[in-house]
């Protein structure tokens, strides 16, 4: 479990980095929290100083990674001795993806990932709604919370809508539950389930992700309604309202943009294709 004053060196370490580049690093705050091990952790350090991070952030059988180093102490292999270190502590794991993460705008983490053996995934992009006259959904589209009945459902949008194994989409749900502040729901059409979504509250922020239509009720309108629901919900507690959407191209966010969100930040992730 990391301590209270490492987590503090990495956050700080975070804000400096995000604010020389210009960006916004994806370090899965909330999951650095509940650590139960540090074997996932990577430091660099000098003269007592943390430098360098880099977190591996496993779901079931897939790993994320991302890291940054001190803009003073960039090109001195910092970076490349941590990376190393991860990939060989993955050699002894049954993994089936890594996927290397760095934001779209960051020119140094692009340069290094497309320096490695790993092709381009997809983009995650992360939206904040805009503030704008709300329509009261009066369509018969509820939102329930989940419960374990509602796991076989839940495995079959996370494969057909996000290509996400069933071992991980059992280790992603185990992490939601375990996050402080966060619902799960799932979507009902009529009386029948046809979907999910999440929302975690932190900090006058509320963060929808891991929303997903069955593909047999897509193009029904479903999609829109559910993004309004949760929008008047989540506005009428004073909340800024967040979305982290998957998508291959842009031409897919008009969903979430004719819901009243606009992209500010886009992740990037790349396949990583040996171990």
Known sequence: MLTNNRLNEIE????????HDNCKLKLNGDMLR???SGQDDYFHFENGK???F???YGFGSSYELCGMVHPHY?????FKSLYNK???????REITKLLLNAPGSSASGKAFIEAQPAGYSFSEYQMKWQPRELNRDETDIELIEVTKDDLPLIIELDFLCFNVAREDSLEFMKTVKQAEDSSSFMIVNKGEKVGKIHIQRESGRS????FAVHPSHQGKGIGRSVLEKSVVLENETGRDIFLEVAAKNENALKLYES???????VQNYYDFERL
């Open 74 to 78: 960039r090109n001195r292999g910092i």
């Open 54 to 56: 880099l977190g591996l």
């Open 50 to 52: 943390l430098t360098g």
């Open 207 to 210: 963060y929808i992700f891991g």
């Open 259 to 265: 819901a009243g969100f606009v992209t500010y930040q």
């Open 34 to 36: 509940t650590r139960t």
């Open 12 to 19: 700080e370490l975070q804000h400096l980095c995000e604010e």
């Open 86 to 92: 991860a990939l060989a502590s993955l050699k002894d």
